[in-house]
């Protein structure tokens, strides 16, 4: 998610910035926040070892969390005929087809 659509979420006008910074890689986001570089819009669990060591806080409880429309599992290519990728991707299958507990 990013942060336009956040602040959207929320009915929070934001303005528009000259610049800032995207990461396609949520460790990039979650590292350059540590650094001192900004704030990351990045989920808990992603951030739990920085939360954990204290180099990040969580800046707001859960009336502010948003919940994720998707997932997606990739893999290279080259990889599709992998025995191994098979039997990963038919218990994923397996996994996600059984009712919650």
């Known amino acids: 998610m990013q942060w336009k659509q956040w602040f959207g979420k929320f009915g929070v006008a934001v303005a528009r ?3 800032d910074f995207s990461f396609d890689r949520s460790y990039m986001s979650l590292e350059a926040a ?3 570089h900004g704030i990351a819009l990045e989920s808990t669990m992603l951030a739990s070892v920085h939360l954990r060591r204290g180099t990040l806080v969580q800046v707001f409880d859960r009336d502010f969390a948003v919940e994720v429309g ?3 599992l990739v893999y290279p290519s080259q990889n599709a005929d992998l ?3 098979a039997r990963f991707l038919a218990w994923v299958e397996e996994e996600i087809s059984r ?3």
């Open 70 to 72: 998707a997932h997606h």
């Open 34 to 36: 540590a650094l001192g």
């Open 99 to 101: 009712p919650a507990s």
């Open 83 to 85: 025995p191994r990728v």
């Open 17 to 19: 910035k000259a610049f």
